[in-house]
């Protein structure tokens, strides 16, 4: 019991540690209006286990800290992109077991949507001089492109590879 508990903390602790520095090393990508955060294709771990999402929402967290202390992210993005990670990533675990020819695309689908509508509220509503649904609409089409290919496809692409090669088993057995 104990083993399966510090395995479980290990386990989150490295894919949120993953997540930050894949985040921090991308930073001109991952932070701002235009954004491309690779490391949300991490998110669709929580199709192989919660730890996934576990590590996947205390990483955001922690990038979302330090991008604050860098001036990359206002303090908003703390709350607002950690909750739309935490999100997406708990309706991709609900959607872990619907695939399409094997392949976890469903579970790609919340965090492009999530991420589009919280974090293109969260732009608009911080980043411009008024809410209009124009500049909403725009903030959330450049968040949700933004999130196709680490969700879409290297997400889905890293769980099919993890899966195959089995070592989801490996990883999160037992956790």
Do not use: H, W
């Amino acid at each position: 019991m104990r083993e399966t508990k510090l395995r479980t903390l290990v386990l989150t602790a490295m894919v949120a540690a993953l997540y930050t520095a894949v985040s921090l090393a991308l930073a001109p990508l991952s932070f701002g209006i235009v954004q491309i955060r690779f490391s949300e294709a991490l998110g669709l771990l929580a199709v192989l286990s919660p730890i996934g999402a576990y590590g996947v929402i205390l990483g955001c967290l922690l990038t979302n800290l330090i991008g604050v202390m860098m001036g990359t992210t206002l303090a908003p993005d703390v709350i607002f992109g950690t909750l739309a990670t935490a999100i997406a990533a708990g309706m991709s675990y609900q959607l872990r077991g619907v695939r399409i020819k094997g392949l976890a695309l469903p579970s790609s689908i919340p965090p492009i949507l999530v991420n589009a509508g919280i974090v293109g509220l969260e732009l608009t509503y911080f980043y411009s001089d008024g809410f209009t649904m124009e500049i909403f609409l725009i903030n959330a089409l450049s968040v949700g492109l933004g999130q196709v290919i680490p969700c879409a496809v290297l997400g889905v692409l890293l769980v099919y590879v993890l899966e195959k090669s089995t070592l989801s088993n490996r990883l999160f057995a037992g956790a």
